[in-house]
């Protein structure tokens, strides 16, 4: 079949023009002259004839195979919707504990969620709402379904659940909520959420939380005892006898005849 000069090019998926020369050349000598078309063409061959009524050998007889792209966009996942920049989606234990760690004073929101939890899905317009509203406030959401151990550790046994922590004070509260009980949520944040100057670097998690994480594989941790305190020795002139060989038993200290001696004399006199 013949096909009418086609100079300028379309977009066979969408029918659209556009004004783009292009040639299509059969041998050395002989060119078609592609021209302006129009077609309905949905994967079907595209047969190239002569424009003139030249009818064309078996050898120069061609077809044009082309295909269709479809672009299928990806859809964004309901936790991944709404983001603010000071929420960081945690993806691993060794994650969250550098991050509390690196975030000083700030308060930090620990989000605990499920893809397949209602109540989670939900409240999660809201909470990218008050990360909005608290920039100073670092929001940390983390997946369940991906981290069901480091969820056992932190002892986070239902959802959707928040721990709230800060500073040198740690761990501040926790609880679980939904958006029946918001104001809980409110609450908590009104109450930490002031400004104040730790005096000393962020504590981070629970050496109790820590220990858990390593026990079960989450997490690279040693604990380290605390060395012990010293007692400062408080001199006490009266008891200066009694202290001056603690080590010797009582009948071997020499203050312990004195005394006697001293007692012997008394009676002696009287």
Not at 67 to 72: P, T
Not at 73 to 98: C, F, G, T, Y
Not at 168 to 181: I, K, P, Q, V, Y
Request: proline letters at 6%; a positive charge; charged letters at 20%.
């Amino acid at each position: 079949m013949a096909v009418e000069a086609l100079g300028k090019g379309m977009c066979l998926s969408c029918n659209t023009r556009w004004d783009t020369s292009s040639e299509l050349r059969r041998g050395s000598s002989s060119a078609i002259e592609l021209g302006r078309f129009c077609s309905g063409f949905l994967g079907r061959r595209l047969v190239v004839g002569s424009p003139r009524g030249k009818t064309l050998g078996s050898g120069n007889l061609g077809s044009i195979s082309a295909q269709m792209s479809l672009s299928v966009r990806k859809s964004v996942k309901w936790w991944e919707r709404l983001l603010h920049p000071n929420m960081k989606v945690i993806d691993s234990a060794q994650d969250l504990v550098d991050t509390l760690l690196e975030a000083g004073d700030k308060l930090v929101i620990v989000d605990f969620f499920s893809p397949g939890c209602g109540g989670c899905r939900a409240l999660h317009p809201k909470i990218c709402q008050f990360a909005e509203m608290n920039p100073n406030v670092l929001f940390l959401p983390i997946n369940h379904e991906q981290h069901k151990s480091m969820c056992y550790s932190l002892n986070v046994h239902v959802l959707p659940f928040f721990k709230f922590y800060r500073g040198a004070e740690g761990r501040l509260c926790s609880f679980s909520c939904t958006n029946a009980t918001i104001k809980k949520f409110k609450d908590a944040l009104a109450k930490h959420n002031t400004d104040r100057c730790s005096l000393g670097p962020a504590k981070g998690l629970e050496e109790s939380e820590l220990t858990a994480l390593a026990a079960n594989g989450d997490l690279s941790f040693n604990s380290t005892p605390k060395a012990p305190v010293p007692v400062p020795y408080l001199h006490d002139a009266s008891s200066e006898k009694t202290l001056t060989n603690p080590i010797l038993p009582l009948h071997l200290n020499p203050w312990f005849f004195q005394d006697i001696d001293e007692k012997s004399l008394v009676t002696a006199q009287r």
